[in-house]
């Protein structure tokens, strides 16, 4: 399990290359990946939505232009680098612009500092795999949620089997390699791919939800596999 500090000072380290380094890595797909995630989050109608490692805000931004203007966006992370690119971001937009009403606070998701019951829909992307704790972090994204709220978590998965080979080689050999080039920080991709392999298949995560007490799971592949999305009711 990846160590916190570890993970927030690598974070820390590469906030600032963090979305272009995404953007190339991907060739822009993890962005399609992101708007299905809210598109998912908005056929729930959510008054108030909780974006979990919110990291440089993407999805919190994508929710906020999603849904209706009353509806309470906070994005949540705990390492304060990143939140700054989130904030950044959002002081360059207009002011009657979405993205002036979310609240990005810092938090850690192992603990979170939120009532029982505050939120009707809580998102991860990309986040949970580097919580040292999946299920103390799924069971507080539970205890956050009203019943019937719903938890949402885009997440590298496993790929199709015979695809696997190809999606490893550029996942250990290629991938470093450009993202240490673009961040500077080649350690930090070695530690991503590391974390990706390890990171259990969409069978194996929807029993996590389930243990975490979800009910109602279901997971959506995307990507051969490289990425799934999973949805639970709480
Ligand atoms: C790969 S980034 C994802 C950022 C964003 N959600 C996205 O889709 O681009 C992972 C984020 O998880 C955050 N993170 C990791 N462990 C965390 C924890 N225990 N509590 C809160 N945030 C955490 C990191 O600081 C980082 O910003």
Redesign the pocket.
Known sequence: MPD?AA??TM?ARIARRYDAA?RLLSGGVDQWW?RRLVRHVRAGSPRAVLD?????G??AFALARALPGDTRVTGM???QP?LDQAVAKQASASPDSPAARISFLQ????ALPCGDAEFDAVTV???LR??ADRHRALSEMRRVLRPGGRVHVLEFSQPYGWFRPLYYFYTKRILPAIAGKVTGDRAAYDYLNASIEAYPGHAAMSEELRRAGFREVRAIRMTLGIVALHIGVA
């Open positions: 916190p993970v927030n974070f995404n992101r979990l490692a919110t990291g440089s993407d999805v992370d705990f390492c990143m938090g850690d998701g192992l992307s990309f986040g580097n919580m």
